[in-house]
């Protein structure tokens, strides 16, 4: 779905600074973080109760300091990061989140969102004695991987599509 | 070739082993930090483009601060520590000794920095110069 979302708000959102467009079931707000509030407003149609991610979508909307880095931002050569990077990101977590907590009266902690190897970007939880780290790739066609850990040894590892929310890896990280 | 020697230069400085229990120093830019925890991000564990190896230096020919002023803007850069038999628990890292004519120290460490080593990294890694501290 969150790839039907980001081909449908390319196609609209670039024609003007600011709009608004009222098709069946959502409008569009302003450019700058337009993107973000829409996918939100999207996953969250029909949900009861609707699930607090307010700090999810800070440190979602905090990420996009990535994009201004601009290449050789660390002064050994590292490529910068790109909308599309941010948007996959983005589409994600919130895949991943919104789904996992449908029907759950439970809350998850913002990951950090920090810069990844080769225009990447890192996301990465610890909690609860467990962590668990997904990497997404700046290519649109590469799958992200994945790594957990917990005190007990167990390992999750592997990679995934991210334009299908599989709840499995949150549950593990939260159980 | 005396000068120079004093000077930390040398054509062909030996390639050492080098012991689990010696460390090795790291630069950490401000950018990989998370400003939400303060923490450095495992982004910052990479080979870089034309490398074959992360470079770091080795404790026994270099101090936290020499590397720091090695960098090309300090100011920007923290000093990360790791014990080097930790980071040869990473699995497929590989510890090698390759001095420079001019950085004894210089070592690097082999290996794919894929997300379950730099997953691993984030767990041996001190801080030995803080950004505060590289910023004065």
Redo the contacts between chains.
């Keep these: 779905m969150a790839d039907k979302i980001t081909r449908y708000l390319r196609q609209e959102r670039w024609s003007q600074e600011e709009s608004t467009y009222q098709p069946e079931s959502y409008k569009f707000i302003k450019k700058e973080g337009g993107y973000l509030e829409n996918v939100i407003h999207i996953k969250m149609l029909g949900l009861k109760p609707t699930p607090d991610i307010s700090h999810i979508r800070d440190a979602i909307q905090q990420s996009r300091r990535m994009l201004e880095f601009g290449d050789d931002w660390d002064d050994e050569g590292s490529v910068g990061y790109t909308e599309a990077v941010w948007e996959r990101s983005s589409a994600f977590l919130l895949n991943y989140i919104v789904d996992f907590l449908k029907g759950r009266s439970i809350s998850i902690e913002a990951p950090s969102i920090t810069p990844g190897p080769d225009g990447s970007f890192d996301i990465y939880w610890r909690l609860n004695g467990r962590k668990l780290l997904v990497n997404i790739p700046a290519d649109e066609n590469a799958s992200a991987t994945f790594y957990g850990d917990n005190r007990d040894g167990d390992v999750v590892k592997g990679s995934l599509n991210t334009a299908t929310g599989k709840q499995w890896l949150l549950t593990w990280l939260t159980e | 070739m005396a000068a120079n020697v004093a000077n930390g230069i040398g054509p062909n400085w030996p390639v050492e082993d080098i012991p689990d229990e010696d460390r090795l120093y790291m630069?950490a830019?401000r950018?990989?930090?998370?400003?939400?925890?303060g923490?450095?991000?495992?982004?910052m564990f990479?080979i870089?483009?034309g490398e074959d190896g992360m470079s770091t230096a080795w404790s026994k020919y270099s101090t936290a601060e020499q590397l720091h002023r090695r960098?090309?803007?300090p100011q920007?850069n923290a000093i990360i520590v790791m014990r080097v038999g930790e980071v040869r628990a990473i699995p497929n890292q590989v510890v090698r000794h390759k001095p420079l004519p001019d950085h004894q120290a210089h070592s690097e460490i082999e290996g794919e920095?894929?997300?379950?080593a730099?997953?691993k990294y984030?767990?041996i890694y001190q801080i030995a110069i803080p950004l505060l501290e590289a910023a004065q």
């Design positions: 630069w830019h950018n990989y930090i998370d400003p939400k925890t923490d450095f991000g495992p982004g990479r870089r483009s960098a090309k803007k920007d920095k894929d997300t379950e730099r997953a984030l767990e």
